[in-house]
């Protein structure tokens, strides 16, 4: 299965640079700088650890000044909020929004990058007698951008939360609620496919799992390798948890009408370093696994979905800093990446970039340092979780290159004839009666090729791609 012949291996090595060329574009990551506590740093060291960190994107919560004026002249793209408080107003007075965007918009562009404008936060869940204006109001807004020649470069949406949707579970049963699909959700698609902007989503993949951990496995909620779960609606089988809660809304949205253009940004997602002792799997080493895994795929361009495949997706972690005042279970105030010390929490990167001190092979036993072990996941609680797939390799943990499932297997034979063809990856290993030939299946074959592929080439930018047909994982690979 894994060798191929000469004459195939030619083929490859000429056919193989195309396919890679057919993987979707990079999509973005960036940041939720919410300010609920009484201990962080001032706005102008908060923005120097961000370009420190190499963090691009930001979102805020409002307009404070300090931190618009901090962000001026530094190139880190901003979404500000013009919170529910001021919905109505918004919604019923054009001139208050016109004022509102001069005075927290155009006031500091384009020196501070905003690009964004989100019109209320969870408004569905958090504000449900505003339900009926927050379209008007997105309008108003949009009109004050376009009064002032702003519509083009700054763009309006609204974060909804995931129990906008009435069902979700399998992805293709996807509907949003009967109050919300038509008098609500479909004017907010016709306003953001009119004004070329995004659906945001704030998806948040820890509290299906901790509410049903005896049913969802936890590596399908990390990113890691998993069994998968077949959708007998669609067909389609997802090894994410993630990718099934954004499927539900792809799903929603089209029984609305065609809004393909309308792209989806997860305005807010992340994952709990600390919890109550109910709050099952909130942890750091699991924080670092999700955010690390997740970054990861967005910057190495295999963000897309099974039922889009082909999108980007732009993402923002929630959140920079532990928040001491939130309100709620232990697990609100600790989903910082950063503690107020400008520590990090857990180790995670927001940009690509090269090998670094940690990089080469793992400890494996007579494997030629593949990584192929069963080490009980204790790798896991230090695993880089960085922002992956030719992301920086840390000191703290190692990282391997697995095949996708989701590619298919013809897909999967390509990369792997390329693999331990014109790539040189030693695959002698995984022929039959070798040591690692069982189990024969074309996943642990193909992951045993691309892993090998992936540490010979120092874990650089794109060696672990093959075309969206294989991802890095943080957690050693047990087969």
Known sequence: MALPGRLRALILAVA???????????????????????DLPNPAAVVQLMKQQGIAQVKLYDTEPTVLRALANTGIKVVVALPNEQLLAAASRPSYALAWVRRNVAAYYPATQIQGIAVGNEVFASAKNLTAQLVPAMTNVHAALARLSLDKPVKVSSPIALTALAGSYPPSAGVFREDLAQAVMKPMLDFLAQTGSYLMVNAYPFFAYSGNADVISLDYALFRPNAGVLDSGSGLKYYSLLDAQLDAVFTAVSKLGNYNAV?????????????????????????????????????????????????????????????????????????????????????????????????????????????????????????????????????????????????????????????????????????????????????????????????????????????????????????
């Not at 195309?18 to 990551?29: K, N, R």
């Not at 989701?406 to 790539?423: I, N, S, T, V």
């Open 16 to 38: 193989l640079p195309l396919l890679f060329l057919s993987a979707s574009e990079a999509g973005t990551v960036g940041i939720n700088y919410g300010r609920v506590a009484n």
């Open 263 to 479: 792209r989806v940004v997860v305005s807010e997602t992340g994952w709990p370093s600390k919890g109550d002792a109910k709050e099952t799997g909130a942890a750091a080493a699991n924080a670092a696994a999700y955010n690390g895994n997740l970054v990861r795929r967005v910057l190495s361009g295999n963000a897309g979905t099974p039922r889009r495949p082909d999108a980007d997706m732009d993402v923002y972690l929630f959140a920079l800093f532990n928040e001491n005042q939130k309100p709620g279970p232990t697990s609100e105030r600790n989903y910082g990446v950063f503690y107020p010390n400008q520590q990090k929490v857990y180790d995670v990167e927001f940009v690509l970039g090269g090998n670094s001190a940690g990089g080469g092979g793992s400890s494996g036993k007579d494997n030629g340092g593949l990584g192929w072990q069963d080490n009980g996941g204790v790798n896991a609680g230090n695993a880089p979780a960085g922002a992956g797939g030719g992301v920086k390799a840390t000191s703290t943990g190692e990282a391997w290159c697995v095949a996708n499932a989701m590619a298919g297997e013809e897909r999967l034979q390509k990369a792997l004839d390329y693999a331990c063809g014109p790539g040189g990856a030693d695959c002698k290993a995984i022929q039959p009666g070798a040591a690692c030939f069982e189990p024969n299946t074309m996943v642990a074959h193909a992951s045993y090729a691309f892993n090998d592929y992936y540490q010979r080439k120092g874990r650089t930018i794109g060696t672990c791609d093959f075309a969206g047909a294989a991802y890095v994982v943080n957690q050693a690979p047990s087969e």
